[in-house]
């Protein structure tokens, strides 16, 4: 099994920062594509941001530019980098690992 934590969440400004960080344990040998989900409140999961183990990365039109997907292979840690934030970043933001492996969710809520 694989255990994903995610963390970094909170109450951020719009233009501001902040950085997420999604730590894997268990058996991680197997996991090379990783991906950030968002889900705001009465609306659909989306995916936001992908990177495979080699560091290939894929955006969402919404967020690119914006976001940076990273990982720390050493540390089996995934992060997403959010600068220039908006409200319409507001959302639970999900780690995954494929198939089913998903990470509590940390809540980001950008207003003034």
């Known amino acids: 099994q694989v255990q994903l934590v995610e963390s970094g969440g909170g109450l951020v400004q719009p233009g501001g920062s902040l950085r997420l960080s999604c730590a894997a344990s268990?058996?991680?040998?197997?996991?090379?594509?990783m991906g950030w989900f968002r889900q705001a409140p009465g609306k659909q999961r989306e995916l936001v941001a992908t990177?495979?183990?080699?560091?290939?990365?894929n955006y969402a039109d919404s967020v690119k530019g914006r976001f940076t997907i990273s990982r720390d292979i050493g540390k089996n840690t995934v992060y997403l980098q959010m600068n220039s934030l908006k409200p319409e970043d507001t959302a639970v933001y999900y780690c995954?690992?494929?198939?089913?492996?998903w990470g509590q969710g940390t809540q980001v809520t950008v207003s003034s």
């Open positions: 995954h690992a494929p198939i089913r492996y």
């Open positions: 990177i495979t183990r080699g560091g290939i990365t």
């Open positions: 268990g058996n991680i040998f197997s996991i090379n594509f």
